[in-house]
């Protein structure tokens, strides 16, 4: 297992240039933590199975090569995905699971059994890893613990993250090329919003994971989804009552907002809620029966009577753009919805399969999205 090495062989930072193979640098992760790790890692724990998302994105001839051992959310939490990857690399049902940080069902015995070179851990997770005492633990036994974030602040976060993981994994100049398409993806929406003088912004109710449970509603503040439908030229109806990321609606609160569109995020959580109301939406799912179950989450209080629902201006988009780095593709997925005059020319579809042929090691499945209205 690697060792950190002495303070005088710590000689780059973060952005500061190409580390050599085998240097220790100072990695300074999302949280502001000055980190010493040496570079490139080959022996990785994910803090959660969802991380795969960018780990293919920067491995991806060989996305769970360095991977030893990761949480055990992404079956349960992106099934198809999870399929899709299990297919083409049957190796990853053998790697080590674990609990969560939040949940307490982390082992770090196992995870310092298994000799990590670094553990990547989402900033979600910091609470509990600190007054857990992980970090100092993991210290005394030369194992860094770096954060990353694409969840509580991904449209702040994402390109450093995917910076932070590229110096990780020595592959800085593959990172800097996804950030570049990233952004580029972003400014195709932004750029247009920006030359409108007047424009008329639709107020847009996200509700996180519809369907999921009998409650409502779920929904996001100034963040995550809410700051990707301000993004994409909407005004995100939660914002004024959810004053974090993550917050509920009431549905007494929905009516007197009366909003124009309502996106529903949606997953295929089978393995989670088995046979729930939730929008099964993501790679290769029935648009049809996702526009059903859809439909049928309107019959709800709180959703029946508004102008979204009057006008059939209702949508469900994946859940999982939430905690990865792909967030463009909903943004401009979400402005082709909102203003549809102004992105006639945008394809959300053909961005993501042009991401996955770029930058993923599996085909593209189009089931991202689904809408009431037929063709939309």
């Keep these: 297992m690697k060792r950190v090495a002495s303070a005088a062989a710590v000689s780059l930072v973060l952005f500061s240039g190409v580390a050599l193979a085998g240097e220790t640098v100072k990695i300074k992760d999302i949280t502001g933590r000055e980190v010493e790790v040496s570079v490139p890692v080959e022996r990785v724990i994910l803090g959660e199975g969802r991380q795969i998302y960018f780990t293919a994105a920067l491995d991806t001839d060989n996305p769970f090569g360095r991977v030893i051992g990761w949480r055990d959310d992404f079956k349960k939490a992106d099934l198809d995905g999870y399929n899709i990857y299990l297919k083409k690399y049957p190796e990853m049902e053998t790697i080590p699971t674990f609990g969560g940080m939040k949940d307490g069902t982390f082992d770090i015995e196992q995870a310092v059994a298994l000799k990590p070179d670094v553990i990547i851990m989402n900033t979600e997770a910091k609470s509990a890893t600190e007054e857990s005492g992980y970090i100092e633990k993991l210290a005394a036994v030369g194992i860094p613990l770096v954060y990353i974030d694409f969840r509580e602040k991904p449209m702040e976060n994402t390109d450093d993250s995917m910076r932070i993981i590229g110096k990780l994994f020595g592959k800085e100049e593959r990172a800097e090329e996804f950030v570049t398409f990233h952004d580029q993806q972003i400014a195709k929406v932004t750029d247009v919003l920006a030359k409108q003088a007047d424009l008329k912004k639709p107020v847009v109710f996200m509700e996180r994971a519809g369907g999921y449970s009998d409650d409502c509603c779920m929904s996001f503040g100034n963040e995550n989804f809410g700051k990707m439908v301000e993004l ?73 009577d508004i102008k979204a629902v009057q ?7 994946w859940h999982q753009f939430y905690n990865s780095p792909y967030q463009f593709v909903a943004v401009q997925q979400m402005a082709k919805w909102l203003h549809p005059d102004l992105f006639k020319e945008i394809d959300a579809d053909a961005t993501f399969k042009e991401m996955h042929e770029r930058f993923l090691p599996v085909d593209y499945h189009p089931g991202y999205f689904a809408s009431v209205k037929a063709g939309s």
Excluded: C
């Design 232 to 304: 994409a030229g909407g005004v995100n109806m939660a914002k004024d009552f959810i004053p974090g990321t993550f917050g509920t609606v009431n549905p007494e609160q929905i009516i007197a907002s009366n909003p124009d569109q309502v996106i529903v995020t949606g997953s295929n959580w089978e393995l989670y809620v088995p046979g729930g109301k939730w929008v099964g939406v993501g790679p290769g799912a029935d648009k049809a029966e996702a526009a059903r179950k859809l439909s049928e989450l309107m019959k709800r209080p709180g959703f029946t």
């Design 311 to 317: 006008d059939g201006n209702v949508h469900a988009i």
